[in-house]
């Protein structure tokens, strides 16, 4: 049977990120996988979306009024947009990617959510006054809505008992995170100047990202006399200036270094080039890097989450959270046992098939037929 499926793709740009990622390459292998299914991309009017799937016969773009950036004007533009829309197109099933989310009026809605970054107690408080009824809102009448990991289904439930969730996971693409050559591994070396070992975060510079307790662990190693080199590859969110006066007021301007601007291609180069991967945030719905490193076979030492247990049990070495000493140790494990590192490393590997976007796209396809009735 054919469907008719509608795609709320206007919170997405260019700006690299774990949603932007999972819809590019989920979505994508679904497309790719149902050529008879009509899909129907709405995009922002400043980014083009539907580009991404240039080479599908059976995606029809519409561009839409609503920015990509700024949650409020695209909420605005879309109040005179949506309803007509998508009556117009009519559609058998409608997926939405954010909030507040746009709920089809003639059609099941499906909803994904991330994370509940926005209604946590260590949100401020004037965006959990806005966040809560907006999130209770879109929960109480999506058909169903779609939690990256157990985790954040567990807290969706929690927080509106009664929500109808379903875990569908983050994927990754192990063939992009395979060793480049020597010679581009050598040209990444050179060009962000990255020394002979060294750890690496991954992360937006972000207050949840935590990478202050990682600098705090570097700067207990070195006054044991044990000099760790730090890279964090991150854009800026917010923490920069912050993490750059820890750097400073530790004497580690040597030792650790923040990089923003890093394509995709060096740190696809950099998973390999690194010791380890260490991972501190304090809050993730999923945690992309996290996979990323298991499919370049890099070990992980991460801080103790529900979330990082539930992906990473047994492949990675974790620390408390808020403990720079437990850190530190986690580090010098990994740092100094080969053996260890290549267990964690292989067993990393052996978590990434449940990862797989082919296989992560026949999920979704039972879901929309599960929820179309077809």
């Known amino acids: 049977m054919s469907l008719r499926i509608g795609l709320n793709a206007t919170c997405f ?6 949603a932007n990622q999972r819809f590019r390459h989920l979505l994508g ?7 008879e299914w009509h899909f129907i991309i709405y995009e922002p009017k400043d980014a083009r979306i539907a580009d991404w799937f240039a080479d599908c016969g059976n995606v029809e773009t519409r561009v839409t009024p609503l920015p990509a950036e700024g949650r409020i004007a695209r ?31 003639d059609c099941p809605t499906l909803l994904t959510i991330h994370d509940l970054r926005p209604v946590r107690p260590d949100a401020a408080w004037s965006e959990r006054l806005i966040a809560r009824p907006v999130l209770h809102r879109a929960l109480a009448r999506a058909r169903l809505t779609l939690a990256v990991s157990d985790t954040v289904a567990e807290e969706l439930r929690t927080f509106h008992p009664g929500a109808r969730v379903r875990r569908l996971y983050n994927g990754v693409r192990p063939e992009e995170l395979a060793r480049p050559d020597e010679a581009a591994c050598a040209a990444t070396r050179a060009r962000w100047n990255l020394p002979e070992r060294f750890v690496l975060g991954v992360g937006h510079l972000e207050p949840r990202k935590n990478f202050g307790q990682a600098i705090a662990a570097i ?31 530790h004497g ?31 809050y993730e719905g999923f945690g992309i890097p996290l996979v990323e490193a298991m499919a370049a076979g890099l070990p992980i030492a991460a801080s103790d989450t529900p979330v990082f247990r539930e992906l990473a049990e047994g492949a990675a070495r974790f620390f408390a959270l808020g403990d720079p000493a437990d850190t530190a140790a986690a580090v010098v494990a990994l740092w100094n046992d080969p053996e260890a590192c290549a267990a964690l490393a292989e067993a990393g590997r052996a978590r990434l098939a449940r990862h797989d976007f082919a296989a992560l796209a026949e999920e979704l396809a039972a879901i929309y037929r599960e929820v179309t009735g077809s």
């Open 75 to 105: 909420f605005a533009a879309g109040l005179g947009y949506w309803r007509h829309a998508l009556r117009g197109d009519r559609l058998d099933l409608f997926e939405a990617f954010h909030l507040p989310a746009v709920i089809a009026p």
């Open 219 to 249: 700067a207990q190693l070195k006054a044991q006399g044990l000099t760790v080199p730090l890279v964090v590859v991150g854009n800026p969110g917010g923490a920069e200036a912050e993490l750059e006066a820890a750097i400073a007021r």
């Open 252 to 282: 580690l301007g040597g030792s650790v270094r923040l990089l923003s601007g890093v394509g995709s291609g060096d740190l696809r180069a950099m998973y390999h080039l690194a010791d380890l991967l260490l991972f501190p945030s304090a």
């Open 13 to 18: 740009s260019e700006r690299p990120s774990g």
């Open 29 to 35: 292998a679904l497309i790719r996988a149902r050529p």
